[in-house]
């Protein structure tokens, strides 16, 4: 199959297009360094020619109010150019739990993207991850200061990015799901308890504070960022931080 990868060189998509092409697929990676502009639509009806399977990677460049518009925008362009194409199948990545944060400007954005290709023209599959494991640096710099790093304890169940990009790569070369699937790493821990995991892992003698207040994550109640009913990744955290 031809498959076009947009957001194909980024750190999910490359590694996307390395598994669909070692598995025989013709995948092509498309992104703004390729010429590609999914806001002003530029490149995109070259960029799908011809491709049975489009699989959007593509991100926000900010999680705050402004992401909303990007995947409208993004997603109606890109469904436009896959549809006259004539691709039977359409694939994004999104968020195990996106659908029951409102509260957060991002998670909505990628609700409402979810939402508007599930109501769209072309048979489609959602892969949904759990937080990645390579975004845990960022994670704690959003509350860090020379001394502390201040973390709620909500649960989380990372995943590592090669997990993620061997489940789309999955997804897309097999049937449209219509529907979802959601994949998540093969532990829980509260996100303060992995603070002081990876800290210590690191050498780094900052002192992890439980603060139910802290960061994107605190309005997360419950179990929103796990999912018991997920398809299980293989990579165990330490083992991720070993390699």
Do not use: C
Request: charged share 20%; proline share 5%; no cysteine.
């Amino acid at each position: 199959m031809k498959i076009a990868v947009i957001g194909g060189t980024g750190l999910i998509g490359s590694q996307v297009v390395k598994n669909l092409n070692a598995a025989g697929h013709e995948a092509v990676p498309h992104s703004k360094s390729t010429g590609i502009d999914v806001i002003s639509g530029q490149g995109l009806d070259e960029a799908v020619v011809g491709a049975d399977v489009v699989v959007n990677l593509t991100n926000s460049p900010t999680f705050d109010e402004a992401s909303p518009a990007f995947f409208q925008t993004s997603m109606d362009n890109l469904l436009a150019a896959a549809r006259k194409a004539g691709a039977g199948h359409f694939v994004i990545l999104s968020i195990v739990g996106t659908d029951q944060v409102p509260e957060l400007d991002y998670y909505r954005a990628k609700a409402l993207q979810e939402n508007i290709l599930a109501a769209g023209p072309i048979p489609y599959s959602i892969v949904r991850a759990t937080q990645f494991m390579e975004f845990m640096d960022a994670v704690l710099s959003w509350t860090a200061d020379s001394d502390t790093v201040r973390l709620p304890a909500t649960p989380i169940q990372p995943i590592a990015a090669k997990d993620v990009a061997d489940a789309v790569a999955e997804v897309a070369a097999g049937a449209p799901l219509n529907g979802v699937r959601n994949i998540a790493g093969p532990e829980i821990f509260s996100l303060d308890e992995l603070g002081r995991i990876t800290l210590s892992r690191k050498g780094d003698n900052r002192t992890v504070v439980t603060d139910p207040t802290a960061g994107m994550f605190a309005v997360v109640k419950g179990d929103v960022l796990t999912d018991k009913d997920a398809r299980l990744a293989p990579t165990r955290y330490a083992d991720w931080l070993s390699a």
